[in-house]
């Protein structure tokens, strides 16, 4: 009997042949599965890793940059152009450039024809009466005139006849010249003497003289000035009184003067010349903000320009300034160098380079975004957090904000399309509960900087800039602060993105 138990027993605890292996081969099979899924994943993941584009930062420091700013600019001079009342041809007494006195006899135009013909038939009689006078000299009136200056002529040439003794001869034209002035004085004073036997003679002469009046045209300038040849029709157009209100398309234009020509004939309306009455000038120019940026009424500056392959330099002062959205105009002063820049009306010219001092970053971290303007009073504060109440369907929310700048009435906030955005309604704190619509935007520069995983846009005001490198205000309120962090290609991340 107990044998016969245990057997039996004996025979229950044996297991059953087959059933512990497929336990393991179902175990192993998990396993497997299970291992090459995680074996995928991190596989996957360091793909990922590896494709994800590289993030490169780095730190804001001081430092400096030069700014040559190449401009384009108008001339504005006090000028006047005088205009030809008949036909005919000019006969100039002054050169280009040159100095000319109030009510002085600038031209005389003539008609060619007639003028020369009368002044042929004044020139003969004139001979006949300097004739007539020579024979009778120790009758004349004026003797003590004639021969004090027949003495002149004859001192003139004893001065200076030792200096031809050894070919010297640079002084023969000198000679000439005070020689023909005493001749040309004693000749007035016979022709000036009315005697009996000259009478019909300047009788004569008389009548063709008041004929070539008439055929002729004395210009006289009304004003004090230089007197110049080169005409642009700019003259009367961009004025001293218009300085401050020329277009930008006059500015951008290429303005090539005309000269002149003293051989020429000229018609009647047609410019002779003109005066420029003042020494003082301007240029006017419309400045990009990023060069204008530091720039102050009264500020003088060096500026330059190349005339005929010749670099022309003048300082000038800054008179007026006019900000707009992304360039400034401005109207500079000087009474320099005026005759260096008579030949232009329009130029590219460069300012002096200028040295700006600040935050050094590279003009790819900088990018431009939109913010909103949210009037200071519809500022509220939850939990330690600055924000607004946004008004929904669904209830009054309270939506945490970042300054990222403000003026005296307003803050600016960077446009969230999720949290505020352009058209939602925010409330106001207090018992008013006024309502204000969020209506206008403006843009800033700015960079991302990356202190923490996440890429922050934070503004920043540019002072100036070359092709590389921008130098930032290193006090603003909002801005960076030395050592920040920032992705060197803004265009290789976005708001709050991870930067590893």
Not at 255 to 271: D, E, H, T, W
Not at 402 to 429: C, H, P, R, T, W
Request: aromatic share 8%; charged share 25%.
């Amino acid at each position: 009997m107990d044998n016969g138990r245990r057997k039996s027993v004996q025979y229950q605890a044996q297991p059953k042949k087959g059933k512990r292996p497929k336990r393991k081969k179902n175990h192993r099979l998990l396993t497997t599965v299970v291992f090459s899924a995680l074996l995928i994943y991190l596989i996957g993941f360091l793909l990922m890793f590896i494709n994800k584009p590289s993030i490169g930062v780095e730190t804001v420091n001081y430092g400096s940059i030069d700014v040559p700013a190449t401009l384009r600019g108008i001339i504005v001079r006090d000028e006047v152009v005088v205009q030809s009342s008949m036909d005919g041809t000019p006969e100039y007494n002054y050169s280009e450039n040159e100095r000319v006195a109030k009510n002085a006899l600038v031209c005389t135009v003539k008609n060619t024809g007639t003028t020369q013909v009368i002044e042929d038939e004044i020139k003969k009689i004139d001979k006949g009466i300097l004739d007539i006078q020579k024979k009778r000299t120790d009758f004349s009136l004026f003797k003590e005139d004639i021969d004090r200056t027949e003495k002149n002529i004859e001192n003139s040439v004893d001065s200076t006849v030792y200096r031809f003794i050894n070919n010297n001869i640079s002084d023969v034209y000198s000679l000439k010249n005070q020689v023909q002035t005493q001749i040309n004085l004693r000749n007035q004073i016979w022709l000036a003497e009315n005697t009996k036997s000259t009478a019909e003679l300047s009788a004569e002469r008389h009548q063709y003289e008041s004929q070539l009046e008439v055929s002729q045209e004395a210009v006289r300038s009304k004003y004090s000035g230089i007197f110049s040849l080169k005409i642009d029709n700019f003259e009367e157009i961009v004025t001293p009184q218009v300085r401050k209100d020329i277009s930008p398309e006059q500015i951008k234009m290429a303005v090539q003067p005309q000269y002149i020509s003293k051989s020429l004939a000229v018609n009647a309306g047609s410019p002779l010349f003109k005066i420029i009455k003042s020494n003082t000038w301007y240029v006017v120019s419309n400045v990009p903000n990023e060069v204008s940026a530091g720039w102050q009424e009264g500020d003088y500056l060096d500026i330059y320009t190349t005339v005929d392959d010749e670099e022309k330099t003048v300082r000038v002062k800054i008179e007026s300034m006019k900000i707009g959205d992304s360039a400034t105009y401005v109207v500079f002063v000087t009474d320099r160098n005026l005759i260096d820049f008579l030949e232009l009306r329009t130029m590219y010219f460069s300012v002096k380079k200028s040295v700006y001092n600040g935050f050094k970053v590279p003009n790819a971290a900088i990018v431009e975004r939109t913010f909103l303007k949210i009037p200071k009073t519809f500022l509220s504060n939850s939990l330690g957090e600055q924000g607004v109440i946004k008004r929904t369907t669904s209830g009054d929310a309270f939506k945490r904000i970042k300054i990222a700048n403000s003026d005296e009435n307003y803050v600016y906030v960077l446009q969230d399309f999720e949290s505020l955005k352009i058209g939602d309604v925010i409330v106001e704190v207090g018992e008013s509960a006024k309502t204000y619509t969020i209506c206008e935007v403006t843009t800033y520069k700015g960079v991302y900087v990356a202190n923490s995983s996440l890429a922050e846009f934070t503004v920043i005001d540019i002072l100036g800039q070359n092709s590389d490198y921008s130098i930032v205000n290193a006090e603003s309120q909002f801005g960076l602060k030395v050592y920040d962090k920032i992705v060197s290609d803004a265009k290789a991340v976005q708001d709050d993105e991870a930067v590893n």
